[in-house]
């Protein structure tokens, strides 16, 4: 079987600072990927518009100038959100939006997920100026939506997740108060996040991951395959089974591709463990699984239907932009992505991490 394709866009990857950047990009053009959003939890964050990089922070112009130079500009969208922290106001939206470089925020718990330290807490954005000229000229926040500082059994249990918890009770009070903000809930693994963004006004969407769609808190903790360790954690069979079916909901516009590929080098630590997967080079062929084991036939219209609205034309429409007209197609082959060497340290594809083989190829005619 071969799926034909418009190239596809991740609007979720992280493509760090430093060495490793142009093979991490490299391994996006080579899956079909049209274009990014590259999330700002560098180091330095990503946290002012313009101007050179500093030791606190790169400016959105001096990110983008150095994914350009390390082969992004063969994408044809590169999004570089604005990391929210204490220096944003709301000047620096009006000027982020005057001089074309800002286009999303992100909003992060502090603490509560990789270099997110810089991040201010969700109850103090409520409301404020900020959000306000954000909503006024058309700014999409991303949420990494996950209420931090909680103790173990509030963190997560069989009833309640650090995610359930905030898209029950943060979320609600930031739509009442900010009815007509543009807003991506990020990477969500729950079912109270999908309920949520589900019963929301059209411009409330959501990014899902290969790994969130596919595995089970029971597939990362059988074994401790650590690989399988990002944040959100992967949830419940229920969860799964909900984020399944807003994904194959008949001509669904607000859920799309977000892979949240994170590359780490440094996965294990001495009493830790690094959030995230690296999905680089292997997306569509996963989410091509996920779709299937969530019971697509990728063979019919309404199953490829359902992929590329997922896949290639929802993000583009969410956040404004023409689809690509440029194609590629995945092949039901196997394949095996592979470990490879960043600054002399591993990096390891989800599928290598876990020890399966993909069952779909790509090809790109171009
Ligand atoms: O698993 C994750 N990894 N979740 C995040 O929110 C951040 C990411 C990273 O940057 O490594
Ligand atoms: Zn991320």
Same mark, same amino acid.
């Given at each position: ?37 590259? /999330? ?47 220096? *944003? ?6 000027? #982020? ?24 807490? /969700? ?56 009815? *007509? ?32 769609? /596919? ?49 780490? *080098? ?28 969530? #019971? ?56 290598? #991490? ?13």
């Amino acid at each position: 079987m071969r799926l034909d394709l418009p190239r596809w866009f991740d609007l979720h990857t992280h493509f760090r600072q430093g060495s490793g950047t142009a093979h991490y990009i490299a391994d996006h053009l080579a899956m079909g990927c049209a274009g990014v959003l590259a /999330m700002p939890n560098t180091r330095p964050p990503v946290s002012r518009i313009s101007g050179p990089t500093t030791e606190q922070a790169w400016s959105i112009e001096s990110y983008r100038a150095q994914l350009l130079n390390a082969g992004a500009d063969a994408f044809e969208q590169l999004i570089v959100p604005l990391y929210l922290t204490h220096d *944003t106001d709301a000047d620096m939206i009006t000027r #982020g939006v005057s001089s074309g470089l800002l286009r999303a925020a992100k909003y992060y718990p502090p603490h509560g997920t990789t270099n997110s330290e810089h991040g201010v807490p /969700m109850t103090e954005w409520i409301g404020s100026d900020v959000l306000r000229a954000m909503e006024d000229l058309g700014v999409i926040l991303c949420i990494h939506g996950e209420q931090h500082g909680l103790r173990g059994p509030d963190y997560f249990d069989r009833n309640q997740t650090a995610e359930s918890l905030f898209y029950t009770e943060t979320m609600p009070r930031l739509v009442e108060k900010h009815p *007509t903000l543009k807003i991506v809930c990020e990477h969500i693994t729950t079912a109270s996040a999908a309920t949520f963004v589900r019963s929301a006004f059209d411009h409330v969407a959501a990014t899902i991951t290969p790994q969130h769609l /596919m595995f089970t808190i029971g597939h990362l903790v059988q074994g401790l395959r650590y690989h399988l360790y990002c944040l959100p954690l992967v949830k419940f069979d229920a969860d799964r089974s909900e984020l399944r079916e807003a994904v194959l909901s008949a001509r669904q516009s607000k859920f799309f591709a977000g892979t949240d590929s994170a590359p780490h *080098t440094d996965k294990l630590t001495e009493c830790a463990c690094a959030a995230g997967c690296y999905t680089g080079g292997c997306a569509p062929q996963l989410y091509a699984s996920a779709f299937e084991q969530a #019971g697509a036939d990728l063979s019919t219209a309404t199953g490829q239907d359902a992929f590329s609205r997922f896949l290639c034309t929802n993000g583009p429409a969410f956040y404004g932009f023409p689809a690509s007209e440029k194609r590629f197609a995945l092949r039901r082959e196997p394949s095996h992505p592979l470990p490879f060497s960043v600054e002399g340290k591993e990096v390891v594809p989800l599928p290598h #991490g876990l020890g399966f083989d993909l069952d779909w190829s790509i090809t790109i005619d171009d």
